[in-house]
Nanobody, 122 residues
């Protein structure tokens, strides 16, 4: 029902920055909350950040707060995760998700992109 595609992952040194992007249909951007999750090898997928359908509300995990910023541009059909001061523990596959409730928290999404890899070296 909802197709999502992430991009922007890569390899960076600790303290560096990356900006992830996610695109979906205009229909999705007009009504769905969106968010970022990540999954490290051998670990469960975890919530990183989410943003309401209008962009008026944002939510962050404790690890992301103060370092990451989620934003969206519905006209451009783009959602971003700006990641600054990256740490090795941020290494994971990052997934874009869509939440049909429109709020983004508590997360109720069930659609995911294929993921983009983020690797942070020491």
């Amino acid at each position: 029902q909802v197709h999502l595609e992430e991009s922007g992952g890569g390899l960076v040194q600790a303290g560096g920055s990356l900006r992830l992007s996610c695109t979906a249909s205009r229909r999705t951007f007009l009504s769905y909350a969106m968010g970022w999750f990540r999954q490290a090898p051998g670990k469960e997928r975890e919530f990183v950040a989410s943003i309401s359908w209008s962009g008026g509300s944002t939510y962050y995990s404790d690890s992301a707060k103060g370092r990451f910023n989620i934003s969206r541009d519905n006209d451009k059909r783009l959602m971003y995760l700006q990641m600054d001061n990256l740490k090795p523990e941020d290494t994971a596959d990052y997934y874009c998700g869509a939440d049909p409730t429109g709020w983004g928290y508590p997360w109720s999404g069930d659609s995911w992109g294929q993921g983009t890899q983020v690797t942070v070296s020491s």
